[in-house]
T-cell receptor
Framework: RKEVEQDPGPFNVPEGATVAFNCTYS??????FFWYRQDCRKEPKLLMS???SGNEDGRFTAQLNRASQYISLLIRDSKLSDSATYLC???????????FGSGTKLNVKP | EPEVTQTPSHQVTQMGQEVILRCVPI?????FYWYRQILGQKVEFLVS????????KSEIFDDQFSVERPDGSNFTLKIRSTKLEDSAMYFC???????????FGPGTRLTVL
């Protein structure tokens, strides 16, 4: 069973649209959760950590549901520059091991 | 803004050769990691390192792999006898104490011929 599962997409949306990505994780002992974005052939870049109370950073909102082992990312007012692959990440039992999902590809079109 | 650096950006080697991939983590970070990403696949954890020893490693990190922090700044990944299937992008990451977020270097693309 995969540690972290994501819909691979692609999600093709027009500029200005709101788009949501979901992710599930299998290890109930996972402690920390993150969203990273990855541009083609580049390194993952931290987008935001995900907290139980939910958190927002500008146009981005992340939610965590521990009971359902589910993480979400909402992007409002999509920009062309948001086009990338979004990686859902959960730690193992400790914080020394990151499990990455396969990523969800977003294409924002003019 | 401080960042993780990696050298070389691209390494081409013959099967069976040894390679050493180098990383300079962010200066006040104490936790170091190596990941790999085969083209078109997900990022996979290899190993974590803290206080001069391995904290955790994955099943991928077999006896062909080793890590070292030879001085106060570098963190290296050695592959003793490369195989074709070792061809991938290798990312180094580092983390500060008391924080959970890891920051990634730009990667080394390893091509084994």
């Amino acid at each position: 069973r995969k540690e972290v599962e994501q819909d691979p997409g692609p999600f093709n949306v027009p500029e200005g649209a709101t788009v949501a990505f979901n992710c599930t994780y299998s290890n109930s002992a996972s402690q920390s959760f993150f969203w990273y974005r990855q541009d083609c052939r580049k390194e993952p870049k931290l987008l935001m950590s995900v907290y139980s109370s939910g958190n927002e950073d500008g146009r981005f909102t992340a939610q965590l549901n521990r009971a359902s082992q589910y993480i979400s990312l909402l992007i409002r007012d999509s920009k062309l520059s948001d086009s990338a692959t979004y990686l859902c990440v959960a730690t193992g039992r400790g914080i020394n091991k990151f499990y990455f999902g396969s990523g969800t590809k977003l294409n924002v079109k003019p | 803004e401080p960042e993780v650096t990696q050298t070389p950006s691209h390494q081409v080697t013959q099967m069976g050769q040894e390679v050493i991939l180098r990383c300079v983590p962010i200066s006040n970070h104490l936790y170091f990691y190596w990941y790999r990403q085969i083209l078109g696949q997900k990022v996979e954890f290899l190993v974590s390192f803290y206080n001069n020893e391995i904290s955790e490693k994955s099943e991928i990190f077999d006896d062909q792999f080793s890590v070292e922090r030879p001085d106060g700044s570098n963190f290296t990944l050695k592959i003793r006898s490369t195989k074709l299937e070792d061809s991938a992008m290798y990312f180094c990451a580092s983390k500060a104490p008391l924080y959970n977020e890891q920051f990634f270097g730009p990667g080394t693309r390893l091509t084994v011929l």
